[in-house]
Nanobody, 124 residues
């Protein structure tokens, strides 16, 4: 198993930036592809970004392309989500997730391990 702990959320004005971190422990971090998801109040959890085990492949939902960047450090066992040009509609609880395979996926059910989430609030 792998344990995931997110951090870096907070309150920011529209146009601002935040960097989320997700620290992993347990199994070998580089055995997992990683993803970020978010859930706004009253809405389903949705895919945001994913990264392959090596970091060589990334994928984003259209609404964050050009604004968010996912990256990972397999020495520090951490995945990051750099969020720039934030908008009020980015407000949500952000979750990182681990997929016990090397390739990326946009589907929630393909991720077996989840963190507890970190709140991101963007004010207008």
């Amino acid at each position: 198993q792998v344990q995931l702990v997110e951090s870096g959320g907070g309150l920011v004005q529209a146009g601002g930036s935040l960097r989320l971190s997700c620290a992993a422990s347990g199994r070998t971090f580089s055995d997992y592809a990683m993803g970020w998801f978010r859930q706004a109040p009253g809405k389903e959890r949705q895919f945001v970004a994913a990264i392959s085990w090596s970091g060589g492949r990334t994928y984003y939902v259209d609404s964050v392309k050009g604004r968010f960047t996912i990256s990972r450090d397999n020495v520090k066992n951490t995945v990051y989500l750099q969020m720039n040009s934030l908008k009020p509609e980015d407000t949500a609880v952000y979750y990182c997730a681990a997929r016990s395979t090397l390739g990326i996926s946009t589907f929630l059910y393909e991720y077996a391990y989840w963190g507890q989430g970190t709140q991101v609030t963007v004010s207008s």
